[in-house]
């Protein structure tokens, strides 16, 4: 069945620091990609998404580019801020009604 | 603007009361959802809806039910509260059509405690 599968956090960083959260996925057929993040108190909201494979979705700084050849989607960003703290989600669509979250990655940023 | 509502934020509310969740959407979007977040931040899909008059089971069981009378409006109810329904409630809706990529715009959430 189709699978979401990301790093385990807490991930803590110092403010400025290089980003990368890695997602891999398992899907039949070509699945639409997303991250989703989540501030304290507050429902996700979409970060970025891409659709096709070689696409890179870019958002506030942070960016993912979807790989077919290795099923993944790392998030990046190349210098986070305190105001970045929150839980990170991947997910996958395959055209469905059913969009499979992974289990979330909480990231600490300290000032 | 996607416009996403949920009521109330927070409820605290004694074992064996009934409660209603709601949930309304102004973005006219077929597709509505209801998932239950534990504290490890993972969602369960608890219920979901293609449209008026059709609603489903998620993934996880559970004691809640749901209706869609109005596309606008999909709200959950618990007709016997307990302890173990203390979480945070999650409502959700998406388009139907590749050109939006099936994203999901989800609600601020209700956080139920049972005490």
């Known amino acids: 069945g189709n699978s979401v599968t990301q790093m385990e956090g807490p991930v803590t960083l110092s403010e400025e620091a290089f980003l990368t959260i890695n997602c891999t996925y398992t899907?039949?057929?070509?699945?639409?990609l997303f991250w989703y993040v989540q501030y304290p108190g507050e429902g996700l909201q979409l970060l970025l998404k891409?659709?096709?494979?070689?696409d890179k979705g870019s958002n506030k700084g942070f960016e993912a580019t979807y790989r077919k050849e290795t099923t993944s989607f790392h998030l990046e960003k190349g210098s986070v801020q305190v105001s970045d703290s929150a839980v990170y989600f991947c997910?996958?669509?395959?055209?469905?009604?059913?969009?499979?979250f992974g289990a979330g990655t909480r990231l600490f940023v300290k000032a | 603007e996607a416009d996403i509502y949920q009521t109330p934020r927070y409820l605290v509310i004694g074992t064996g009361k009934k409660i209603t969740l709601e949930c309304s959407q102004t973005?006219?979007?077929?597709?509505m959802y209801w998932y239950q977040q534990d504290p490890g931040m993972e969602l369960h899909l608890i219920h979901y809806s293609y449209g008026v008059n059709s609603t489903e089971k998620g993934d996880l069981s559970s004691e809640s039910t749901v209706s869609r009378i109005r596309t606008e409006h999909f709200p959950l109810t618990l007709e016997s509260a307990r302890p173990s329904h203390t979480s945070q409630y999650l409502c959700?809706?998406?388009?139907w059509g590749e050109g939006a990529a099936y994203t999901q715009y989800f609600g601020p959430g209700t956080r139920l405690t049972v005490l």
């Open positions: 959700a809706s998406s388009e």
């Open positions: 899907a039949t057929g070509y699945p639409s």
């Open positions: 997910a996958l669509n395959t055209g469905g009604f059913k969009t499979i």
């Open positions: 891409a659709t096709k494979a070689d």
């Open positions: 973005m006219g979007h077929d597709k």
